[in-house]
């Protein structure tokens, strides 16, 4: 037999009310558990929007590498890199949208140095020289290797604040990038870097 309360209300219906008002509690301290984020959360989340800029302003960049490219060899690889880079950003914003944070850049200022470095290389060498394709080739890896180092940090953070889920997306770049690194290192020692050696100033 159910007690019935003062209020009038059996004993169900005031459990009912506590287990209602447990399951708001519950949904306050989850918000506020999201709301205050660790330092290294919002460190992490920082430098995601350093990486979003970077990657967004290289999808800028790339088509004048490929452009100012004299090996059709490294013009291909500039192109296939844009399309790389359009799924990095997109890789991103899955990242923030995982986070639960609106996907914003915020301006990379070691990403816009190197992408003026690179462009200065264009303007100081011979256009359709091999000497030019060297150039760019080493202002190429330069961003490659800013990206690397980059997507290896955010990963290792990603797993210490136990988001393994985006750890997981993050390596995935993290693996292209080095293969860029690689294939650019392979077209210089193949070819690029000897048939510059050969040519002389006009």
Same mark, same amino acid.
């Given at each position: 037999?159910?007690?019935?309360?003062?209020?009038?209300?059996?004993?169900?219906?005031?459990?009912?009310?506590? =287990?209602?008002?447990?399951?708001?509690?519950?949904?306050?301290?989850?918000?506020?558990?999201?709301? =205050?984020?660790?330092?290294?959360?919002?460190?992490?989340?920082?430098?995601?929007?350093?990486?979003?800029? &970077?990657?967004?302003?290289?999808?800028?960049?790339?088509?004048?590498?490929?452009?100012?490219?004299?090996?059709?060899?490294?013009?291909?690889?500039? !192109?296939?890199?844009?399309?790389?880079?359009?799924?990095?950003?997109?890789?991103?914003?899955?990242?923030?949208?995982?986070?639960?944070? +609106?996907?914003?850049?915020?301006?990379?200022? &070691?990403?816009?140095?190197?992408?003026?470095?690179?462009?200065?290389?264009?303007?100081?060498?011979?256009?359709? +020289?091999?000497?030019?394709?060297?150039?760019?080739?080493?202002?190429?890896?330069?961003?490659?290797?800013?990206?690397? &180092?980059?997507?290896?940090?955010?990963?290792?953070? !990603?797993?210490?604040?136990?988001?393994?889920?985006?750890?997981?997306?993050?390596?995935? +770049?993290?693996?292209?990038?080095?293969?860029?690194?690689?294939?650019?290192?392979?077209?210089?020692?193949? =070819?690029?870097?000897? !048939?510059? =050696?050969?040519?002389?100033?006009?």
């Amino acid at each position: 037999m159910e007690k019935t309360t003062k209020s009038g209300k059996t004993g169900k219906a005031a459990s009912t009310r506590s =287990n209602g008002s447990g399951a708001k509690q519950k949904q306050s301290t989850a918000k506020s558990t999201k709301e =205050n984020k660790s330092l290294l959360e919002e460190f992490f989340v920082e430098e995601l929007k350093d990486i979003y800029w &970077a990657e967004k302003h290289l999808t800028k960049a790339l088509p004048k590498m490929q452009k100012a490219a004299t090996s059709e060899e490294l013009a291909s690889a500039f !192109a296939d890199h844009l399309t790389a880079t359009e799924e990095h950003v997109t890789r991103l914003e899955e990242v923030f949208e995982l986070l639960g944070e +609106t996907a914003r850049a915020k301006k990379c200022d &070691a990403m816009e140095g190197l992408v003026k470095e690179g462009e200065s290389i264009v303007e100081e060498t011979e256009k359709e +020289t091999a000497t030019r394709d060297v150039g760019l080739i080493m202002a190429a890896q330069k961003i490659e290797h800013y990206e690397i &180092a980059t997507y290896g940090g955010l990963t290792q953070l !990603a797993k210490t604040i136990g988001r393994d889920d985006i750890a997981e997306i993050l390596a995935q +770049t993290l693996v292209e990038e080095k293969e860029t690194d690689e294939l650019l290192t392979s077209i210089a020692e193949s =070819n690029v870097n000897q !048939a510059a =050696n050969t040519e002389e100033e006009d």
